[in-house]
């Protein structure tokens, strides 16, 4: 027997601001025919209760779970109901729901490692403000092993393409915690994963990997977060196996 689902994924961008980033994100999702892509930026209304993201945000529990991957930008988590927190703990802990967590130079993911939602921040945000100079990306020994970061057709291609791509101009300040793994770094850790419950937690620590589009386009930026997008989202069949 096969038992096939024919829907498309469904992916929920939540961000403080029209970043170049989740822009392009959300472009790559929207017009790829697997997924289905919604989009909220908050509009900073002085009332968070009036605002885009409480306003827009899915309506019940079950809405939200049926979703199957979040991405999370630099926006405070005041700017949500406290039951919204409550439903996107559940959707990783517990529904099994894939989180990526975009960093900015604001800071406001950093208020997401205080309260209920801590659980879910894979990393130790540092109090470190020392100017940070354009760095590259690179894999770490563990990133090389991920088929979602693989952008060339062999593995060594792929670990010596990372660092020829444009740099990256900022990055957070930050260390793994237990039982996250480093993938790539920029000077320090940059991107990190870890499990969460039965679901799964990518942190970025930029938001400028949108500069690899230079000169080449969607050569590597859309299937860098298509690949992540398919790997963190929760497994879409009740078994996956080749």
Same mark, same amino acid.
């Given at each position: 027997a096969i038992h096939l689902l024919d829907k498309k994924r469904k992916v929920l961008i939540l961000? /403080? !601001?029209p970043r170049w980033e989740t822009r392009y994100i959300h472009s790559h999702f929207d017009r790829d025919e697997r997924w289905q892509a919604t989009l909220i930026f908050d509009d900073m209304a002085d009332n968070a209760a009036s605002g885009s993201l409480q306003r827009d945000f899915p309506k019940t529990r079950d809405d939200l779970l049926s979703?199957? &991957? =979040?991405? &999370? /930008?630099? =926006? $405070? =988590?005041? !700017?949500f109901k406290a039951e919204h927190l409550d439903w996107l703990v559940e959707f990783v802990e517990k529904r099994g729901g894939g989180l990526i967590m975009i960093d900015g130079q604001r800071g406001k993911l950093r208020e997401w490692s205080i309260g209920k939602t801590a659980s879910l921040i894979p990393v130790k945000f540092n109090t470190s403000t020392a100017k940070l100079t354009p $760095? $590259? &990306?690179e894999l770490t020994t563990d990133g090389q092993r991920y088929d979602a970061l693989r952008l060339s057709d062999s593995p060594s291609a792929n670990t010596a393409l990372w660092p020829t791509l444009p740099k990256v101009n900022w990055h957070s300040t930050i260390e793994p915690l237990p039982g996250a793994v480093t993938l790539a770094k920029a000077q320090q850790p940059t991107l990190v994963f870890r499990q969460v419950g039965a679901g799964a937690v990518l942190y970025l620590g930029t938001d400028e990997l949108w500069r690899w589009r230079f000169q080449v386009a969607d050569l590597y930026h859309q299937p860098l977060w298509v690949q992540l997008g398919a790997w963190i989202a929760a497994p879409p069949f009740q078994i996956d196996q080749k």
């Open positions: 961000d /403080g !601001r979703y199957d &991957l =979040v991405i &999370l /930008g630099d =926006v $405070a =988590v005041s !700017r $760095a $590259a &990306l």
